[in-house]
């Protein structure tokens, strides 16, 4: 840890690019003020456990731990290019292929976790400061800390505690404080690709809080401009951000019609006519 560079700080504490065994790994600290508290600490050590076991090409690989005296480090694979939050600010919106192409990245991670055996797993804070980019280009989630086991027998059967999550992602039944299941993630998955069309949230001037309170009480939902978004994608945008969670596609549904508009788009940039997203 002596060589830290510090690249990130998020709610629980500081990340650093650090060598390990040779290797540039990202370190995750945990502030001393949360992981000092035994009951805390436990938490994080059984996700952090939950994790170690996952294996998937969209979801950032955790390494191990290190612990160190009042302080709780944890290592992952190191991302060089960053969040997909840092991306959209650096470079603005995606072209659609771009957009569909990490679309499907995040929506395979998130399917894998939503189809772990015995028990799912919900992450409940997916937003575009928890999906990394490797330096091929490809997505991958991260960020399980919040993640707990779903109870499988009964989608609903889990009430929140707290108020997990970005607000501008989260979901009107997480918000309302209502029991909720999986398909919470897929709400905030629609909101990050809103977010790749367009290049940031539609409403970035107005409070987080504000535009959650909006979604959850008023059935407010960004607009989709028909310049900008394929047909097929507000199509499915809506679904996936529907008000009653039973309506909106698994994620399992939503690669599979992604792979198709892929497919189109490609199709048509291959002919030549693809001078616009409204080729679809
Ligand atoms: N494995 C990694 N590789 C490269 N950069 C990373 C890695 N993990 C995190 N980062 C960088 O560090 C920043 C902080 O990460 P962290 O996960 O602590 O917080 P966050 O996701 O931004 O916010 P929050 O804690 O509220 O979810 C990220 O935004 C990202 O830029």
Redesign the pocket.
């Known amino acids: 840890m002596k060589e830290a560079t510090l690249?990130?700080?998020?709610?629980?504490?500081?990340?650093y690019?650090v060598k390990w065994r040779g290797t540039e790994v990202?370190a995750?600290t945990i502030r001393a003020s949360i992981a000092s508290n035994p009951m805390v600490k436990n938490a994080f050590m059984k996700e952090l456990a939950l994790w170690k076991k996952l294996r998937h090409p969209n979801i950032?690989q955790f390494l191990g731990v290190l612990k160190q005296s009042d302080r709780l480090i944890f290592l992952?694979?190191?991302?060089?290019n960053?969040?997909l939050?840092?991306q959209l600010r650096k470079k603005g919106k995606l072209d659609p292929l771009t957009a569909v192409a990490y679309a499907l990245d995040i929506a395979r991670g998130m399917n894998y976790l939503h189809q772990l055996k015995p028990h799912s797993i919900i992450h409940r804070?997916l937003?575009p400061?928890?999906v990394?980019q490797d330096e091929a280009g490809h997505l991958k989630v991260?960020?399980f800390?919040l993640s707990k086991i779903a109870q499988q027998k009964d989608s609903y059967g889990y009430k929140m505690t707290g108020g997990t999550g970005?607000y501008r992602y989260m979901a009107p039944e997480v918000y309302r404080r209502e029991s909720y299941g999986k398909s919470v993630d897929v709400f905030s998955f629609a909101l990050i690709v809103h977010e790749m069309f367009l290049g940031g949230p539609s409403n970035r001037e107005e409070a987080a809080e504000k535009v959650a309170d909006k979604t959850a009480y008023e059935d407010y939902r960004p607009h989709l401009a028909s310049y900008i978004f394929p047909e097929q994608i507000k199509t499915l945008l809506r679904e996936c951000w529907h008000k009653n969670p039973d309506r909106r596609p698994s994620f399992q549904e939503i690669i599979d019609r992604l792979e198709k508009i892929h497919a189109t788009l490609q199709e048509k940039i291959v002919l030549g006519t693809c001078c616009s997203c409204m080729i679809l």
Do not use: F, P, Q
């Open positions: 690249i990130g700080e998020g709610a629980y504490g500081e990340v690019l990202a995750k950032v992952t694979e190191y991302l060089r960053g969040s939050y840092d804070d937003t400061r928890n990394l991260t960020d800390g970005s």
